[in-house]
């Protein structure tokens, strides 16, 4: 899920006010910790769907990828200092945290491409009730039930909540959904895999009591772990070293999850390990890589930028968008390198998918290898090729205008370290079901 974030005061102000100096977490950092990440389409997803086959999830999956697309154009972002809209899409990938004390255990979308950690909740009805518990235990609905008192107000924009709507925020999303509510803070817990949950106090979140579209009983929000100021990443802050990683599964393998880690358990090293630095842009949300080349076998395609420009920061990686999108100048040179070394028989694909072959009988993909600076990552045929059909198998990459973004079908079974205090980004090819 992608999200663009207009830049507003009251974060800002957040950011100023709001600390993390919880012993577990200081503990955190010494040692690093992970927390299970699971498809939406696994068995172990709330999301999962006994009656949808292989090729209706990988379907639904590329029309959530195209749909969020737009989401990423460098005009769509103000930069008023004033209440502004978080735009984001569906995303592909899920966390179990805990909000609140006593906690509540919600199902969260985990989304390198946006900012916000919000969860629905019933509506702040009385904004100025003084100690009032940000979240009703009693409440078993889906909707939980949220106050948001006058001290977590002037936390939140250094003054009294008024009828300004100084504490709300509002999402939409590029097939209609949206979400409006309540910025307030409160101690959200991730699970550990280590068995000890960690825990993290005033952390920035927003309670969405207006949501509709694709947001259901079975997931109640998001876990923005963009670079900006309010994602679960930046609020972490030295307490995990700007560090976290994730190993994304094959969607193959429903019944399995992964990992996600944080501090020094996401520290990226070993053999066969290559590293990109991160470049610096607006929006701070989104991590922009330079693509420098993509190599078909032995010929060498040299990438000549997208609308985030020709040089430094000219691709988005990002682990909610399903394929990989290129300019379609670009993208042409490349499907004509890939079916001139494809013998197989053409047919036709999805919509959006223009390179496909019947798959009923084997062919040999060739090997391709995506040259960032300074790391040059192998790609395996798992990467290149899906199955959208028992009998149609398509290119991973297609083109989208002007936009290049790196998405999480060619990611799969690597090990993927962010650093943002080295501003570096590490791939490590791994089996993700062993992670």
């Known amino acids: 899920m992608a999200a663009i974030v207009n830049p507003i005061t009251l974060l800002f102000h957040v950011l100023a006010i709001v600390g993390l100096s919880c012993l577990c977490l200081i503990e955190a950092q010494k040692g690093g910790f992970s927390v299970e990440l699971i498809h939406r389409d696994s068995l172990k997803s709330p999301l999962y769907n006994p009656l949808e086959t292989a090729s209706d999830r990988v379907t ?31 995303g592909e990938y899920l966390l179990n945290i805990s909000i609140g004390s006593p906690a509540f255990d919600i199902v969260a979308i985990a989304d390198t491409g946006s900012d916000l950690i919000w969860t629905q909740c019933k509506p702040c009805s009385q904004c100025f009730q003084q100690d009032a518990p940000l979240f009703d235990p009693s409440d078993s609905s889906t909707y939980r039930t949220i106050s948001c008192s006058a001290s977590q107000c002037e936390n939140l924009k250094g003054s009294s909540c008024s009828s300004d709507n100084s504490c709300q925020y509002s999402v939409t999303y590029g097939d209609k959904s949206f979400s409006n509510g309540d910025l307030s803070a409160d101690t959200v817990t991730l699970a550990s895999t280590t068995g000890r949950p960690v825990a993290l106090p005033k952390t920035v979140i927003g309670c969405g009591h207006n949501n509709d579209g694709t947001f259901n009983e079975k997931t109640s929000g998001i876990i923005g772990l963009g670079g900006g100021d309010v994602s679960l990443i930046s609020q972490l802050g030295t307490t995990i070293a700007g560090k976290f990683s994730y190993c994304l599964l094959p969607i193959s393998q429903t019944g ?20 990109t630095p991160l470049t610096k842009k607006e929006p701070d949300t989104f991590y922009f890589l330079t693509l420098e080349a993509v190599s078909v076998g032995s010929e060498r395609i040299k990438f000549t930028g997208s609308v985030f420009g020709s040089d430094d920061g000219n691709i988005i990686i990002d682990s909610g968008t399903t394929l990989t999108l290129v300019p379609e100048e670009f993208y042409s040179q490349l499907e004509s390198a890939v079916s001139s070394q494809i013998n197989a028989t053409r047919v036709q694909g999805p919509e959006g998918l223009s390179l496909c072959y019947d ?13 960032f600076t300074n790391a040059d990552v192998n790609l395996l045929p798992l990467n290149t090729f899906v199955l959208v059909s028992d009998a149609v198998a398509c290119f991973t990459f297609s083109s989208n205008q002007d936009f290049a973004i790196y998405g999480n079908l060619a990611q799969m079974n690597f090990l993927v ?12 090819p791994t089996d993700c079901s062993k992670n």
Request: glycine share 6%.
């Open 60 to 90: 639904n999956a590329l029309r959530r990828s195209f749909s969020r697309v737009h989401r990423f154009k460098p005009n769509s972002v103000s930069t008023k200092e004033a209440e502004g809209d978080i735009i984001a899409n569906a």
């Open 256 to 275: 399995k999850s992964s990992k996600m880690n944080f501090g020094s358990n996401a520290i990226v090293s070993g053999n066969g390990v290559v590293s």
């Open 359 to 371: 798959a009923q009988t084997d062919f040999a993909v060739p090997d391709i290898t995506v040259h």
């Open 417 to 428: 370290g962010y650093d943002t205090e080295k501003q570096t980004v590490s791939f490590k």
